[in-house]
């Protein structure tokens, strides 16, 4: 496993965990609390990241911020996974059934709608939110995984080895998951990765524009938004928010990379 | 051939009327009445009954959809509530600088990509690859809005270069329309063109380790020729797969980076609309855009079958 992307991956995922995990029992200041006459404060001892235009506490707000991002991206992630993954392989062992064409078509039909278009839809019925985000997201994530299984795993099918287990008897079910989910493993990850990255991204864009995480409740991307006409004014209320953005995704992506070393030996020795 | 393009349109189509469904219903669960909203609630019975019947809010749900879908087909998207205008008149406007940003962020992303994800598969574990994948890492963790909002500052308000949002129109001249979307399509295509890149480095790296790359470069084809005459098509699955999946991406982050440049694209109209609760305005404008990301699939699904003939003898 390469160190040089498992060790910062790992301490810049950690970082934000802990920051978020920290935050549930302690932050420097009260993120609720406002503080008017301390606006705006450059970064200093007392305000490591200084303060926002309401004198709340950047960095306090970014701890708690942490939690609501990681929590809807890993959640929404999960969903993806869970419910596309079995479904690609189902549609892959079955090709050409009926079963593979509903699949594909009801992943057609949800893929049709962007994040962003679902989590528009879904705002307009039943209010903007967390939840609302992560599953937007989330139902978004499900043909990403479902139309990248079938995919992969219709190009083993008609391997070597793919043969000679379904001649030795084994079913289909078995073989999906014996023989054809370790081998796409790799690509899962790969993809989890840049879904858990867009996932973070996606929580963040959907509270740019006020379709996420609620107030009082901090959101790095709410605190974007807040922070867009002060930019010239007081650059690090909007650079502290972006660079945690930023940090957590690069630190997802190099442990998702070190990780597909891990588990894929061949593409190991190909780099060593 | 044919049978493949026919089966892939039937079930194009099959997938709009059930999207066009779910998207209606999902609409039509929305409580209010759009007449009452209009009129206030200081509002007679009377012309609160005129007013739902002139917007054919008095019919039945089956009938109401049948006539938004026909009249849809018809490019008629009914007339929106808050402004009383036709609202195909009021996304044609809007849809002049959405679809033009997704398309210019689209070439960007694609020609950065390309170049660079065969540059860094060919020149695996050394200096060159080593750059490409940290610059990718690095375009891959940034929010997009986040470096529109970086642009602006440096380019629009420190050097000036820029103008800091808004849309000067067409009508001043290609090159005019094309520098107010400049900014916009870099922010959205660079964090794409990333992914891009790695996905293409990937599957081509992948495909360089086939024993048909190994006969070739054994029958004394050179790196260069091997990679081009046969690594590249059997590369460009999983890199078609991206660049489809891309196209919905542009366009939902088109709407995004329309807010930080003020824009007046569909993103803009669109948040209006939720505001103002002008449903029938979000209806269309989504529908619309699941229309385009459907084609966009569907042209993918082609594209599939002509750079890998062994998936259109499967279907």
Do not use: C
């Amino acid at each position: 496993m390469k160190l040089r992307t498992l060790v910062p991956g790992s301490l810049l995922v950690l970082l934000f965990l802990g920051a978020a995990l920290i935050s549930f029992v302690w932050t420097p200041f009260d993120v609720t609390k406002l503080d008017i006459p301390n606006k705006l404060q450059s970064p200093s001892f007392g305000h490591w990241f200084g303060t926002d235009q309401l004198g709340r506490d950047i960095f306090s707000m970014i701890m708690v911020g942490a939690r609501t991002s990681i929590a809807v991206a890993f959640i929404a992630v999960g969903i993806g996974m869970l419910v596309g993954v079995p479904l690609g392989l189902a549609a892959a062992a079955n090709q050409g059934s009926v079963i593979d064409e509903l699949i594909m078509r009801t992943n057609d039909l949800v893929f049709a709608f962007p994040a962003l278009l679902i989590a528009i839809m879904i705002t307009a019925v039943f209010g903007p939110g967390a939840v609302n985000a992560i599953i937007a997201i989330g139902i978004f994530n499900i043909p990403v995984f479902a139309r990248l299984t079938r995919g992969a795993a219709l190009s083993l099918w008609s391997r070597e080895f793919i043969l000679a287990a379904k001649v030795a008897g084994k079913r289909a079910t078995r073989i999906s998951i014996e023989h054809i989910l370790p081998n796409i493993l790799n690509l899962l990850i790969v993809q989890g990765t840049i879904q858990f990255s867009l996932g973070i991204l996606a929580e963040a864009a959907l509270s740019y524009v006020g379709l996420g995480a609620q107030p009082p409740i901090p959101s790095w991307g709410r605190m974007l938004a807040e922070s867009q006409t002060l930019v010239s004014l007081a650059p690090h209320v909007a650079l502290f928010p972006g660079f945690a953005i930023l940090l957590t995704v690069l630190g997802l992506n190099l442990l998702g990379d070190a990780l597909r070393d891990w588990f894929d030996p061949r593409l190991q020795r190909l780099r060593s | 051939m044919l049978r493949y393009l026919l089966k892939r349109l039937t079930s194009l189509l099959l997938t709009l009327l059930v999207a066009s469904v779910v998207l209606f219903v999902t609409i039509e669960i929305v409580p209010g009445d759009p007449a009452s909203f209009m009129l206030g609630i200081n509002a007679q019975p009377e012309t609160l009954e005129a007013l739902r019947s002139e917007l054919g809010l008095d019919k039945s749900k089956p009938q109401r959809y049948w006539q938004w879908l026909t009249g849809m087909l018809q490019g008629d998207f009914g007339t929106s509530y808050t402004y009383k205008t036709p609202v195909a008149e009021m996304i044609g406007d809007r849809m002049w600088i959405s679809l033009p940003l997704t398309l210019f962020a689209l070439l960007l992303s694609t020609l950065i990509a390309f170049p660079a994800g065969i540059y860094a598969a060919s020149r695996r574990g050394r200096i060159g690859d080593a750059t490409v994948t940290g610059m990718t890492q690095l375009g891959v963790a940034i929010p997009n809005f986040w470096f529109a909002m970086l642009l602006v500052s440096f380019f629009a308000i420190k050097l000036r270069w820029f103008s800091s949002g808004g849309f000067v129109g067409w009508d001043q001249g290609l090159f005019a329309g094309l520098k107010s979307l400049l900014l916009p399509a870099i922010a959205l295509a660079l964090p794409q063109a990333a992914i891009l890149t790695r996905v293409m480095r990937s599957s081509l790296l992948d495909v360089l380790s086939e024993d048909y790359m190994r006969t070739a470069r054994a029958k004394g084809m050179s790196k260069r020729s091997a990679i081009w005459r046969h690594g590249l098509r059997n590369a460009m699955i999983p890199v078609l797969t991206i660049l489809g999946l891309q196209f919905s991406f542009l366009l939902a982050g088109a709407i995004i980076i329309e807010k930080v440049f003020y824009l007046p694209g569909l993103g803009l109209l669109v948040f209006q609309s939720i505001a103002q609760r002008d449903l029938i305005v979000v209806e269309s404008v989504v529908m619309l855009l699941v229309f385009a990301v459907v084609m966009v699939t569907f042209l993918v699904d082609l594209a599939y079958a002509w750079v890998d003939p062994r998936l259109r003898a499967r279907s």
